[in-house]
């Protein structure tokens, strides 16, 4: 924080603060993942803005995080790129080591669950600020928050999930809407019947028992929406917004719903992506990243869990807008449509 003109943090091994005279705090980052995982980072990054209000973030993460956090915040500057799946992943990683030692980072947050990334944190002035690893039933969001709290000396009150949302955005998810008749006054509900292991090869494709929910679930889901804005005079539009390898999928759903579900496959554009989310009533969804983004701009989700557990890696949001189904057997297709309309009944007017 800033006193007097001299910007001071604090010491995790010692306990005290520090000063490090007018010059801005240069903070580092560490966490590659996924969109959902990179999203679940964001209530510590908020938090950390917060209580540095002078200092500068640099964000070591891979593309998906730089797309997540791209407009994030003027003073989240730079991002260090590490692909994992890159031939020289491990070269690349050694020289970025070596950027991050001579860069002279006062403070490093590292929320990575990966032990490979500790000399990065160990390099800095203060010995860096870690996950603690004692305390796994706590939500990964809240843990990341702990950090921040150690960091700073004292409790850091609760941050959501959160993204940004630019106007122009909204107008691109306007027009979109618009091609296929869905105004402002239309109750939109979307729909996210596919994760991103769906397309892997098959003997590493084992997470449909946990998170792929039925195609003719998704169907009959939709019937029963239907059914209810029938008879609630309700201006009902229920959509998919798909990226090109999801579209079997969603061609599935479409024609088995007897066209009830709108199918839209816009051109990839994440903040585009976002405000669309952001327009949606409702948003019905598997435990995947678009869930965490939908959290992240503030819709009313609706979100079935099989045998991952929603208390570590469920949306980090406000309970008055996230309704939880889980099967009991953890197997999701054991959740019935009608299960999921009922949860979907706490948001329709």
Not at 202 to 207: D, E
Not at 309 to 323: K, S
Request: proline share 5%.
């Amino acid at each position: 924080m800033l006193l007097d003109g001299v910007l001071k943090g604090h010491s995790r091994r010692t306990g005290k603060h520090y000063a490090t005279g007018t010059k801005a705090l240069k903070i580092l980052l560490i966490r590659v993942g996924r969109v959902g995982d990179m999203l679940m980072i964001t209530p510590a990054v908020k938090a950390i803005l917060d209580h540095y209000p002078e200092a500068e973030l640099h964000l070591l993460t891979g593309t998906d995080g730089q797309r997540v956090f791209k407009g994030f915040s003027a003073r989240l500057t730079t991002f260090l790129i590490h692909d994992r799946k890159a031939l020289l992943a491990k070269l690349n990683l050694n020289k970025l080591l070596k950027q991050v030692r001579e860069s002279g980072y006062e403070l490093v947050f590292c929320f990575e669950l990966n032990p490979t990334f500790a000399p990065f944190y160990l390099s800095a002035a203060d010995g860096g600020h870690c996950l603690d690893m004692s305390r796994p039933e706590a939500h990964y969001a809240r843990r990341c928050l702990d950090v921040v709290a150690r960091a700073v000396g004292k409790p850091v009150e609760n941050y959501w999930l959160n993204l940004p949302v630019t106007d122009e955005a909204r107008s691109k998810a306007r027009a979109v809407l618009a091609e296929v008749g869905i105004t402002d006054e239309s109750f939109v509900i979307g729909l996210h019947p596919t994760y991103s292991g769906l397309k892997k090869l098959p003997w590493r494709r084992n997470m449909d028992a946990g998170r792929r929910w039925p195609t003719k679930a998704f169907a009959e889901l939709a019937k029963q929406l239907s059914a209810y804005a029938a008879q609630h005079d309700l201006n009902l539009r229920i959509i998919m917004d798909l990226m090109p390898e999801e579209t079997e999928v969603g061609e599935e759903i479409v024609q088995l719903s007897g066209g009830k579900v709108t199918m839209l496959t816009p051109p990839l554009d994440f903040q585009r992506y976002k405000a669309t989310l952001e327009r949606m009533n409702i948003f019905v969804t598997t435990d995947t990243g678009p869930m965490h983004i939908g959290g992240a701009v503030g819709a009313s989700m609706v979100t079935l869990f099989g045998s991952s557990n929603p208390n570590d890696c469920g949306a980090y949001v406000p309970h008055d807008r996230y309704e939880i189904v889980q099967s009991p057997t953890k197997q999701i297709a054991d959740i019935t449509p009608q299960q999921v309309f009922q949860a979907c009944q706490r948001f329709l007017p």
